[in-house]
């Protein structure tokens, strides 16, 4: 059973109350990754930390480097998400009329773009791996449900759903270029 097929069945009225589910709710045939994996993007030595790249023959597998916030951007005086924004964790942003930033999607065709009027919220908090309390499922569950009803609803169909924008500060995209850029020189 996936996704298509449980759509199917309640469509057409099926007398089912539960759903037993196995490996298709953790992988999907269609899309067995979200577009990303768990590289090393920085190393950290006294306290210093420097950013790393992974470079590879495909351009959609360039890993964004550095230690990084992502923001969510909203239409002003809303809850209503249309984009989200990868920073450098020491880049802060704030509410904006303007800001020029750079789509992640390295296919991209019209890859600088010009954000306007928006409000920016950081989504990452940082942990104590040193406290012991645990946070309760229901509270992660909780949050991570709050986060997805924030994004447009035409995002979240199963049929051809749109694209929600990701994109990259200039900065990060900057640093990015110039780490491949010198693996390239290195490589000549």
Same mark, same amino acid.
């Given at each position: 059973m996936d996704e298509h097929i449980i759509t199917?069945?309640?469509h057409e009225g099926a007398p089912i109350d539960n759903f037993g589910i196995g490996e298709k709710l953790i992988t999907s045939a269609s899309? %067995?990754?979200l577009?990303? /994996?768990?590289?090393?993007?920085a190393t950290?030595?006294?306290?210093?930390?420097? %950013?790393?790249?992974?470079?590879n023959a495909s351009r959609e597998k360039l890993t964004i480097p550095g230690d990084k916030q992502v923001y969510r951007l909203y239409e002003p005086g809303t809850q209503r998400a249309f984009a989200d924004l990868i920073a450098l964790a020491t880049e802060t942003i704030v509410d904006a009329t303007s800001l020029t930033v750079v789509n992640s999607d390295p296919l991209s065709v019209d890859r600088q773009q010009r954000l306007t009027h928006f409000e920016a919220r950081p989504l990452l908090? @940082? /942990?104590d791996l040193s406290n012991t309390t645990s946070i @309760?499922?229901?509270t992660i569950q909780a949050t991570t449900q709050a986060?997805?009803?924030?994004? %447009?609803?035409?995002?979240?169909?199963?049929v051809n759903p749109d694209l929600y924008p990701v994109y990259m500060t200039t900065t990060l995209s900057q640093l990015q270029t110039s780490?491949?850029?010198k693996m390239t020189i290195l490589a000549d």
């Open positions: 199917s069945l309640l899309a %067995p990754v577009s990303g /994996v768990y590289k090393l993007a950290e030595s006294n306290g210093q930390s420097t %950013p790393k790249i992974k470079v908090a @940082p /942990v @309760p499922v229901t986060k997805l009803a924030e994004l %447009p609803r035409t995002t979240q169909r199963l780490l491949l850029n």
